[in-house]
């Protein structure tokens, strides 16, 4: 009952006057629908292959080395492709290059 009512808030908030930044992807398997509300990132994905549903909620918070994400998620259905719960994970940013400074290394690296 909790899921169904999580997942019924997403779905609301994401097609809500509140939303920015809404994004719509339609592939072969699932329809995807995605937007901000204020700090949070709300996700739906709609499998209509599988017998699945699931929706995110998600916080980035800036770090001093990077970006650490934060969130929620909910799955309805028999087949559940991803996994229901809380998941972290910290994205770190890319190193920095110098102008010309070469990306690989050397030429001598390569033997080719």
């Known amino acids: 009952m909790f899921t169904q009512r999580l997942f019924n808030l997403v779905s609301r908030l994401i097609f809500s006057r509140w939303a920015r930044g809404y994004e719509a992807h339609h592939?072969?398997?699932?329809?995807t629908y995605a937007a901000r509300v204020g700090p949070l990132h709300l996700e739906v994905n709609?499998?209509?292959?599988?017998?699945?549903?699931?929706?995110?909620?998600?916080?980035?918070?800036?770090?001093?080395?990077?970006?650490l994400h934060l969130g929620y998620v909910v799955c309805l259905g028999e087949d559940e492709i991803r996994r229901p719960g809380?998941?972290?994970y910290l994205q770190r940013p890319l190193p920095r290059v110098q102008p010309g400074q070469a990306v690989f290394g050397s030429d001598e690296e390569f033997p080719f």
Do not use: N
Request: hydrophobic share 35%; with cysteine.
């Open 46 to 67: 709609r499998c209509f292959v599988l017998d699945h549903d699931d929706a995110f909620i998600s916080i980035r918070v800036p770090l001093p080395r990077g970006k």
């Open 86 to 88: 809380f998941y972290t």
């Open 27 to 31: 592939g072969a398997c699932e329809d």
